[in-house]
């Protein structure tokens, strides 16, 4: 199961550096993404990294994440910037699924994003 970590309160226009592990998913052989969740609302997927290496972003990241990974520590990163209030969520991680909005693992518990303005 995937462990999310790194979520805090932050003022707008601060960073954070989510991390994932996950026991039991090799991340040099498998495609991973950042999802997001508010209250009332379906998860959207923030990025992706495939397996080997190459990145995909949601519109509404704008250039303001980065999503890398260390395939050695089994770890994948969501480093944030020029946080925004609409950024506050919780935010998982997991593996992209065969079609859109699939995913191949059980969610976790995700970590929680607050961003104050």
């Known amino acids: 199961q995937q462990v999310e970590s790194g979520g805090s309160l932050v003022q707008a226009g601060g960073s954070l550096r989510l991390s994932c592990t996950a026991s039991g998913i090799k991340f040099r052989v498998t495609d991973m993404g950042w999802y997001r969740q508010t209250p009332g609302n379906q998860r959207e997927l923030v990025a992706t990294i495939s397996s080997t290496g190459s990145t995909i972003y949601a519109d509404f990241v704008e250039g303001r994440f980065t999503i890398s990974k260390d395939n050695a520590k089994n770890t994948v990163y969501l480093q944030m910037d020029s946080l925004r209030p609409d950024d506050t969520a919780v935010y998982l991680c997991?593996?992209?699924?065969?079609?859109?909005?699939?995913?191949?693992?059980?969610w976790g518990q995700g970590t929680q994003v607050t961003v104050s303005s």
């Open positions: 997991n593996s992209p699924g065969q079609f859109p909005g699939m995913v191949r693992y059980h």
